[in-house]
Structures are given as structure tokens and as C-alpha cells.
């Protein structure tokens, strides 16, 4: 039988431990459990038996002091030495092919281990681990020393002074103001270089004052500078506001002009921007769309001056050809005349002339 498959880590080393599990040296090597420092230890172990140190610690040993790691590894080592003549009674029994019970996970053969040649190796790891745990405690006695020492040197500066304690939130409020300082410079300058009047605003003073270090300078010029930063955001955005209300109100005017691409695109852009209200946020967009209503509007008057020139011409053109060709006169519709009255004879009678010539009373006399 060998050694169980599913031993952990930490139960191989405990069987390389033990001087009586070594002839067990190539099956640990072996092992699915082994770690390279084990299998390393193995080969100086076969080669210089008397004279190799303990074995690696496992990879997965569980954490714990030192004093408890050399007990619990040792402990079993320790037990065997108190009962040397026993176990001597005892090897035939043990070596018979089964498990053994401290520390060896595997079975041994039958005449690998002479029983000579165990009581050295038991006196040599008897003598290895009361250097170790010599090792140990000498080790914690130089740890508590320097711990008290450490904390001596320390105890001084703990105990700071007033003074000293008050230098320091000096230092320290210096150090939040020259932050502070700093980060409302970078973002002014953040804030102005992504403003579409980055080029209408003098900035090398606060920056020469960055660079200088110079907190209070600092300080002053970006106040200076976002007051005229915002002055001037201010005066833009009314400016604009105005200009795209004018465009706005000529755009309304030119209804009867010619309908081309250009009048749909100045109606749709006058309309877009007829009831928005400007600010810093949209300074950029807003200026844009005032250069294009400009440039729309120009295009658009000289396409209506064009078509009014076009029809006073037609209408002119017109007026001349009707004055070149000759109007017939109308013909002469002479009146009819109006007949005149002839006079008529009375309807009364008259009495006629007598025989003898004489008209009735009427005497010669007369």
C-alpha cells in the first residue's frame, strides 16, 4: 500500500517529519499533494540524510504562531523519543503493511528502515528541534525588545506640543487652500476654453500665476478673469439674442419670395430659434445659426430683388408693346337729322273775296 491519494500538503510534510516515514521519500515526491520546495528537500534528503534540515512548509499550512507551529509539528517527534523502547518492541508490528498511527499516513516495507540506523536519525531531529525552539524563543525575546524600544523612540514624538500640533493644521489648511486655489483656475480655464469666446479672453495671467505657485496671485486673477469672463459671456448672448430676432422678423417678410430651397431652409431655422431663450450653454449653437440666417437671408433678398426686377421688366416690355401697335378708330356714326316742322294751314275759315273784289265789310271808303 502507498500513500493515501487525497493526503493534503500539510499531512506530507508531517510524514517527512518523521525519519521513520523517509523510506516513503519517493512516493512524497510523487505525491499529487507535493510543492516543488518538497520535492527539492526529497532529493537532498536521499542524498545527505544525516545532515538535511527540516522539511518546506506546506503551501495550505493554517496560519498560527510560531511557538504552536514547532509544538504541533514537533510534538509527535517529541512523544516518539519519550517511547523509543516501545516503539523498538513494536517495529516488526507496525512495519506489517498497515497504516501507522502518529504522523505516518502511509504504510512502510518491511525491511526499508534497519532498526539501527533509526535511533541516530531520532537523536539528530531531538537535537534540530531544541535548536529551533531555542530559535524561536530567542527570536520572540529580540521581537518584544525591539517592540519596546520602537515604542520608546516613538513615545517623544507622540507627544507633540501645542505648537507644533497648531503648525501642522497650518501646513495643512495651506495645502487645502493652494488645492482649492487650484482646481477653481483649472476649471475656469476648462470653462472658458470650451466657450466659443476662448479667443476674445486673456488668460496668460492666471496661467504665469499657476506656474509661479503664486496662491494669492492665484486667488486675484481668477476672480478678475471670470468676471470678465462672464461680462463678456453676457454681452455676446444679448447681442446674438438681438441679431436672431432680427433675422427672425425679416425671415416673416419675405413670404413673397421666389419658393426655393433656401426661403424653406431661413422659414424653418427663424422658426426653430423664434422663442429660444440664449445662454451661456447654448452661446455656441446660437451663433451658429445666426451666421447661417445671415447667410440665408442675403441669398434669399437678392433671389426676391431679382424676381421683382424680372417682373417690373415683363410689365414694362408690356406696357411698350401696346404703345407701338396702332389702336383703330372707331367709325363715325353720323347723327340722323331731325326733321323740321312744316306750318300748317289754320282750321278756322276764312270768308272769301266778293265778286266784286272786295273783301265782305269792307267799304270803298276805306
Known amino acids: 500500500m502507498g500513500i493515501d491519494p487525497k493526503a493534503t500538503a500539510y499531512e506530507l510534510e508531517a510524514l517527512a517529519c518523521d525519519p521513520d516515514n523517509w523510506h516513503l521519500l519517493d512516493e512524497i515526491a510523487a505525491h499529487p499533494a507535493s510543492w516543488p520546495e518538497l520535492r527539492m528537500w526529497v532529493e537532498e534528503a536521499k542524498a545527505h540524510p544525516d545532515t538535511i534540515g527540516p522539511p518546506p512548509l506546506a503551501p ?66 531531538r537535537a534540530r528541534t531544541a535548536i529551533i525552539a531555542v530559535i524561536a524563543i530567542m527570536t520572540l525575546a529580540l521581537l518584544a525588545g525591539g517592540g519596546y524600544v520602537v515604542g520608546t523612540l516613538l513615545g517623544p514624538q507622540q507627544q507633540k506640543t501645542q505648537s507644533e500640533r497648531q503648525d501642522e493644521d497650518a501646513m495643512r ?28 479672453i486673456d ?20 476672480e478678475a478673469l ?8 453676457d454681452d455676446r448672448i444679448a447681442a446674438t439674442g438681438e441679431s436672431i430676432a432680427q433675422y427672425v422678423e425679416r425671415a416673416d417678410a419675405m413670404a413673397s419670395a421666389p419658393e426655393t430651397a433656401e426661403k424653406t431652409e431661413l422659414l424653418a431655422l427663424a422658426g426653430e430659434w423664434k422663442e429660444v431663450q440664449i445662454t451661456e450653454t447654448n452661446l455656441g449653437e446660437a451663433l451658429i445659426a445666426e451666421q447661417r440666417l445671415s447667410e440665408l437671408m442675403t441669398t434669399i433678398e437678392q433671389q426676391k430683388r431679382t424676381a421683382d426686377e424680372e417682373a417690373a421688366q415683363r410689365e414694362q416690355d408690356m406696357q411698350h408693346q401696346q404703345s407701338a401697335t396702332p389702336t383703330p378708330s372707331p367709325p363715325i356714326v353720323q347723327p340722323e337729322p331731325i326733321p323740321v316742322p312744316q306750318p300748317q ?18 267799304d270803298g271808303s276805306l
Open 60 to 125: 495550505d499550512e493554517p496560519r498560527q504562531g510560531l511557538i504552536a507551529r514547532l509544538q504541533d509539528r514537533f510534538k509527535p517527534l517529541t512523544h516518539r523519543s519519550e517511547n523509543h523502547s516501545e516503539q523498538e518492541t513494536n517495529d516488526e508490528d507496525r512495519c506489517d503493511g498497515t497504516e501507522t498511527v502518529v504522523l505516518n499516513l502511509g504504510p512502510c516495507e518491511q525491511g526499508t528502515v534497519t532498526g539501527a540506523a533509526r535511533p541516530g536519525k531520532r537523536g539528530l531531529l
Open 173 to 200: 489648511r495651506t495645502s487645502e487652500q493652494r488645492d482649492k486655489a487650484m482646481a477653481a483656475a483649472e476649471q475656469l480655464l476648462e470653462r472658458i476654453g470650451r466657450s466659443p469666446v476662448a479667443g476674445d
Open 203 to 222: 488668460h496668460t495671467g492666471l496661467e504665469q500665476a499657476m506656474n509661479a505657485d503664486d496662491i494669492k496671485r492665484v486667488v486675484t486673477e481668477t
Open 226 to 233: 471670470e468676471t470678465k469672463f462672464r461680462h463678456l459671456i
Open 345 to 362: 294751314a289754320p282750321s278756322w275759315s276764312v270768308p272769301g273775296e266778293t265778286q266784286n273784289g272786295t273783301l265782305p265789310g269792307k
